[in-house]
């Protein structure tokens, strides 16, 4: 499948300010955000999020769009002030290691 990766300026959870972002669709799905500064990457799964959102709103935010527009920035932006925080992931270095150590919660 084919990825597209775009930049946007999104608020990082992790750095606590507005960074620079790579946002990676594979397909027509938003499958990965990932701070450029600190590197803590979200992982998107999607029919998690339904229970969250408008699918209208999913829609919008998920399909594959022709090129990063404002609009869609500040989509973003709602969407990732508004995540859940059991959605969002460790930050993707830490994650890369964690993952093959638990299978389930672990605190800080
Ligand atoms: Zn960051």
Known sequence: MMTTKMEAELFCLHC????PHTVVYVGQS???IKCNKCGSALEIKKDKLIEHYAVDFIERVFTKPYRMTKELEGDLKKFIISLPIRIITKPYRIAKE??????GRKDE
């Open 98 to 103: 964690v993952e093959d150590l638990i299978s």
């Open 16 to 19: 606590k300010e507005d960074t």
């Open 30 to 32: 938003l499958k990965r």
